[in-house]
T-cell receptor, first 113, second 112 residues
Framework: DAGVIQSPRHEVTEMGQEVTLRCKPI?????LFWYRQTMMRGLELLIY????????DSGMPEDRFSAKMPNASFSTLKIQPSEPRDSAVYFC???????????FGPGTRLTVT | GEDVEQSLFLSVREGDSSVINCTYT??????LYWYKQEPGAGLQLLTY???NMDMKQDQRLTVLLNKKDKHLSLRIADTQTGDSAIYFC????????????WGAGTKLIIKP
């Protein structure tokens, strides 16, 4: 059974460019989470979806960040325009509805120069 | 709101036991988890305990829960170099649509 799939694994971009991170959750999982991990702030929840609907986006840092989940098997996190302080590892995780157990993807390491 | 705290680093000798500690603030939390993050990888569920349990053992791993003190610990017996990782404590946020609150993670360093 494939786990959570994220792409790309690494992204290097210049300040001001648009960045799109992609996630495919585990088949059958109803909830999807986007996290950001940095040395300074640790693991932060950005947004999570339940049955493709955003439930809590209070962790999204600002309007430059947006996330979508057009169907049960795909989600994107977009940053436009990107800034150097957005450099971090972005994780996607999924879980079954009614469960607290989250399964993480390998992450996307984003570097904005 | 709920808060989870962990020490940032723990250094142990290979073959010794490692004990990673975590404290949390919400006494109504029911599900308490330990996740492991190896270098360059995502977080992986290691073990968990329910709030109605005091202890759970799984091979080299022992989880202890002191509900009165709101203290959770993970003991790794016979620590090996492969146990080098960051260990995250996470607890449920009651009535939160199944969100978890995460500790900062404890980096376990193994000395030869």
């Amino acid at each position: 059974d494939a786990g959570v799939i994220q792409s790309p694994r690494h992204e290097v971009t210049e300040m001001g460019q648009e960045v799109t991170l992609r996630c495919k959750p585990i088949s059958g999982h109803n909830s999807l989470f986007w996290y950001r991990q940095t040395m300074m702030r640790g693991l932060e929840l950005l947004i999570y979806f339940n049955n493709n609907v955003p439930i809590d986006d209070s962790g999204m840092p600002e309007d430059r960040f947006s996330a979508k989940m057009p169907n049960a098997s795909f989600s994107t996190l977009k940053i436009q325009p990107s800034e150097p302080r957005d450099s971090a590892v972005y994780f996607c995780a999924s879980s079954l509805q009614g469960s607290y157990e989250q399964y993480f993807g390998p992450g996307t390491r984003l570097t904005v120069t | 709101g709920e808060d989870v705290e962990q020490s940032l680093f723990l250094s142990v000798r290979e073959g010794d036991s490692s004990v990673i500690n975590c404290t949390y603030t919400d006494s109504s939390s029911t599900y308490l988890y330990w996740y492991k993050q190896e270098p360059g990888a995502g977080l992986q569920l290691l073990t968990y305990i329910f709030s109605n349990m005091d202890m759970k053992q799984d091979q080299r791993l022992t989880v202890l829960l002191n509900k009165k003190d709101k203290h959770l610990s993970l003991r790794i017996a016979d620590t090996q170099t492969g146990d080098s990782a960051i260990y995250f404590c996470a607890v449920d946020i009651p009535d939160s649509n199944y969100q978890l609150i995460w500790g900062a993670g404890t980096k376990l360093i193994i000395k030869p």
